[in-house]
C-alpha cells in the first residue's frame, strides 16, 4: 500500500452508492486518503435521491458526475469497493477488494435512500480505521 492510500469505489451506474461512499470518504479522511468512484454502466448523472440525502448531512455531491470503470483506476487504487458491479470489475493481484453488500437506491425516493446513506457512513469509518494509523484525527462527526 502507498504512503497515501486509494480507493475505488464501484456500482454499476456509479450515480448512488459509489457516489455516496467516495462523498463520506472525502468528508471523513479528508486530503489523507486518494477516493476515486466509478461505474460498469455509468449513469447520465448523479441519483437525484442520493445527491438530497447526502446534502442532508451536509456533504455535496450533486457535482459530480458517473464516470466509467477502467483498468487504469483499478490498477491505480490500492483498495477497491465493489457495490453490486459483479463480475465487470477487473482483478489485480496485490489489490484489496471488497463487495459490500447494500441496497440500490436507484429509483427510490429520500427517504429509502437514507438507511443506505448512514450505513455506508459506518463502512467507511470501518475502511478509514483499516487504513490509517491509530490515532489519527478524522473529520468531526455530522448528524
Aim: aromatic share 4%; net charge negative.
Amino acid at each position: 500500500m502507498t504512503a497515501r492510500p486509494s480507493v475505488l469505489f464501484v456500482c454499476v451506474h456509479n450515480a448512488g452508492r459509489s457516489q455516496m461512499a467516495a462523498g463520506w470518504l472525502r468528508e471523513l479522511a479528508g486530503d489523507r486518503i486518494e477516493v476515486r468512484s466509478a461505474g460498469s454502466a455509468p449513469a447520465d448523472s448523479i441519483n437525484p435521491a442520493a445527491a438530497a440525502a447526502m446534502a442532508e448531512v451536509g456533504i455535496d455531491i450533486s457535482h459530480q458526475s458517473p464516470k466509467i470503470l477502467t483498468p487504469e483506476s483499478v490498477q491505480a487504487s490500492d483498495v477497491v469497493i465493489t457495490m453490486g458491479c459483479g463480475d465487470a470489475c477487473p482483478i489485480y493481484p496485490g489489490k484489496r477488494y471488497e463487495d459490500w453488500k447494500l441496497a440500490d437506491p436507484a429509483g427510490k425516493g429520500v427517504d429509502e435512500v437514507r438507511p443506505v446513506r448512514d450505513e455506508i457512513r459506518a463502512r467507511v469509518e470501518e475502511l478509514i480505521a483499516s487504513l490509517l494509523p491509530q490515532g489519527a484525527p478524522t473529520a468531526p462527526a455530522q448528524n
